[in-house]
Structures are given as structure tokens and as C-alpha cells.
């Protein structure tokens, strides 16, 4: 049985961290490129970031480039985001995401395989 399953979420305040894993199970995690994703209430699901199969390349949101990273350790199956420099804005239920292709999409609909999410909650 194929899973990602998401963790790290929690309520922070304005400026704190946090670290965001995604344990993928049942599946050859090194071919896939991995994403995160983030939904508010009320919003679309948008893009965050992704990474290469091998972890060499790297895309971002220009809402959280600089302040947010991308990383995975193939050996464990798990892709990580962490979130540095949080704003209220970053307030969403993120979610990770497996695509098997080579380039790095933004779009969720390139996207196979989803988890089912974490809370984040950002205060001022």
C-alpha cells in the first residue's frame, strides 16, 4: 500500500520554525520527485516546493523562497520542508506530494501520489 504521510505541524508564532516530514512507504521513493503543497481555508491548493529525484535540484514559491528548504534522504524515504521565518500567511494545511517525471512541476495536477496533510498555524 502506497503512503505519504505527513508530520511537524503544529501552532506557532510569527517569525518561529518549524520542520515538516513526509514518510513515503510502498513505493521506489528515489524515482519520484517530491513536493510540498499548501491549502487555506478558502484557497486553491498552491505550489511550495519540490525537489529532483536525487535531490540536486530544487524549485520554490516565490512567496517562501529564502525563508523555506526543500531536502529528502533517500535512504530513509522521507522529504522534508523547513520553514524558517514563518508569517501569518503561512497559515494552510500542507501536504506532500509524488510525481514520477523528471522536471519539477508546479502544477498539482502533475502530481500522482498525496498524503493527508499537517496543520500549520502561524499567529501574530
Known amino acids: 500500500q502506497v503512503q505519504l504521510v505527513e508530520s511537524g505541524g503544529g501552532l506557532v508564532q510569527a517569525g518561529d520554525s518549524l520542520r515538516l516530514s513526509c514518510a513515503a512507504s510502498?513505493?521506489?521513493?528515489?524515482?519520484?520527485?517530491m513536493g510540498w503543497f499548501r491549502q487555506a481555508p478558502g484557497k486553491e491548493r498552491e505550489f511550495v516546493a519540490a525537489i529532483s529525484r536525487g535531490g540536486g535540484s530544487t524549485l520554490y514559491a516565490d512567496s517562501v523562497k529564502g525563508r523555506f528548504t526543500i531536502s529528502r534522504d533517500n535512504a530513509k524515504n522521507t522529504v522534508y520542508l523547513q520553514m524558517n521565518g514563518l508569517k501569518p500567511e503561512d497559515t494552510a494545511v500542507y501536504y506532500c506530494?509524488?510525481?514520477?517525471?523528471?522536471?519539477?512541476?508546479?502544477?498539482?495536477?502533475?502530481?500522482?501520489?498525496w498524503g493527508q496533510g499537517t496543520q500549520v498555524t502561524v499567529s501574530s
Open positions: 510502498g513505493l521506489s521513493f528515489s524515482i519520484y520527485v
Open positions: 506530494a509524488a510525481e514520477r517525471t523528471i522536471r519539477l512541476y508546479r502544477d498539482p495536477a502533475t502530481y500522482d501520489l
